[in-house]
């Protein structure tokens, strides 16, 4: 699944699919041969974004400068060598300055820059932030650009500060639910400061901002503890780390090992037991076919016990590799995330706004229910919810659940027995560096 298209190599990547090879078609992601699709049968922009949408893929993206040129293409009914003579004409138009189409510019992220880009990206309805509309506000010009080259070039060198190589609605969407999530820690560590019970608790529930040692250091005003929350950087680690405990730590686990959790201790299984987990050991590993039942559960458990002790040990505060680094590739991911590095695909996305919208309550009005999710979905340009996809339809029943963690547990559980992976088991996979990804595809 690809997201923005990158400038560099997505114009090849097109010429490539336009030979109509095989060989370099077979390596070209879906998303391009899409596009290139559309041109080929002459589809409107209405006709390719509903394929898109219909095939997984994102629609075109008003706000990466090469698609947008791409919309305007199929709104103005241009061949593919119409466009690719607009490129070439154009593809200068634009000021190239990564560093000002980042917000986050340091190597660290304080919770005041991501206030601000929520802020900055947002219109404010007393305490609920409205998206700003700049994508679709963008599309409206190129919608009104009507064909003529000179209003396009005008469209390019207007907006040239709104380009993004990601696509930033789901990058916003990310960080302003994130900013819910802390901002119910905070409220509940200052009421439990003032009602002076909880506070350890509290604290505890603050990992996401590197502040728990100053929490402790003096006693501070309301407004004193504000300004050093803001001031504290955000933890992209304990962000991992608390998306994958509230998820019990399934994320990280195959279905053998919620199977073998499962089934509990062997000594207390019945045969019948004992032998639908033997035979799912020996699929799961050909190297115990030759094992009785009662061979094969004995060696799994051992190995399970010897793992676990050496990962105590490699976690622990003495051990050389020091806790912190256990979830380095998940913290990895959300740092890329808040900092625009990386896309962020749709499975992705619907998780953690799951996770960070668990704090809020019914009166909340950003509660996340099955309407706003879909909205948000769409936003993003990604398809709705439906429910003729198995993923879909884990969301939309977790979503009505009245005890959403509970359904998870039944739903993580039902896959292990069928000797499946839950939908979160491979879920980073889908989140990359796209220039790197399209580099790989055409070397």
Request: with cysteine; hydrophobic share 35%.
């Amino acid at each position: 699944m690809m997201y923005g298209l990158d400038e560099g190599n997505a114009k090849e990547l097109l010429a490539d699919c336009m030979t109509f090879d095989p060989q370099k078609i077979k390596k070209i992601p879906l998303r391009c041969r899409l596009i290139a699709v559309g041109f080929v049968s002459g589809m409107t922009l209405e006709e390719l974004n509903d394929k898109l949408k219909e095939e997984g893929c994102e629609q075109l993206y008003a706000r990466n400068r090469l698609e947008a040129g791409l919309i305007f293409a199929f709104h103005n009914h241009m061949t593919y060598e119409c466009w690719r003579r607009l490129e070439e004409k154009y593809s200068e138009s634009v000021e190239h300055d990564a560093e000002k189409q980042k917000f986050f510019s340091g190597s660290t992220v304080t919770y005041r820059e991501l206030e601000q880009y929520v802020r900055q990206n947002s219109t404010e309805c007393g305490d609920i932030f409205v998206t700003q509309r700049i994508t679709e506000a963008m599309e409206l010009q190129l919608e009104e650009a009507q064909g003529e080259e000179g209003k396009f070039r005008d469209f390019l060198i207007q907006n040239q500060r709104n380009f993004r190589t990601v696509r930033e609605k789901s990058r916003y969407y990310f960080c302003k639910y994130l900013y819910y999530y802390t901002e119910k820690k905070i409220s509940n560590y200052m009421e439990a400061k003032n009602l002076g019970v909880g506070m350890e608790q509290a604290a505890s529930e603050l990992y996401i901002l590197k502040s728990a040692s100053r929490l402790r250091q003096r006693k501070m005003t309301d407004e004193e503890l504000r300004e050093m929350l803001l001031d504290s950087s955000i933890s992209f680690g304990g962000i991992y780390d608390a998306f994958n405990y509230y998820y019990f730590e399934y994320v990280s686990s195959d279905w053998m090992e919620v199977l073998m959790d499962y089934y509990g201790n062997p000594d207390n299984m019945q045969e019948s037991q004992k032998k639908e987990l033997a035979k799912a050991l020996r699929d799961y590993e050909p190297k115990w076919s030759s094992m009785s039942d009662e061979e094969v559960i004995k060696e799994k458990y051992k190995e399970t016990e010897e793992r676990e002790r050496n990962m105590d040990a490699a976690y622990s505060l003495e051990g050389k590799g020091r806790g912190y680094q256990k979830n380095r590739s998940g913290e990895k991911a959300v740092r890329n995330y808040i900092k625009g590095v990386w896309d962020i695909d749709r499975t992705t996305l619907i998780c953690y706004l799951l996770f960070f919208g668990s704090v809020l309550t019914e009166q909340d009005a950003q509660k996340i229910d099955e309407k706003r999710m879909n909205e948000i979905l769409r936003e993003c340009g990604f398809a709705g919810l439906k429910d003729s996809n198995d993923f879909d339809y884990f969301v939309m029943e977790y979503l009505k659940a009245e005890d959403p963690v509970d359904y998870l547990m039944e739903a993580v559980t039902q896959y292990a027995l069928q000797e499946k992976n839950f939908f979160l088991y491979h879920m980073y996979r889908n989140s990359v560096n796209n220039d790197e990804l399209i580099r790989k595809l055409i070397d």
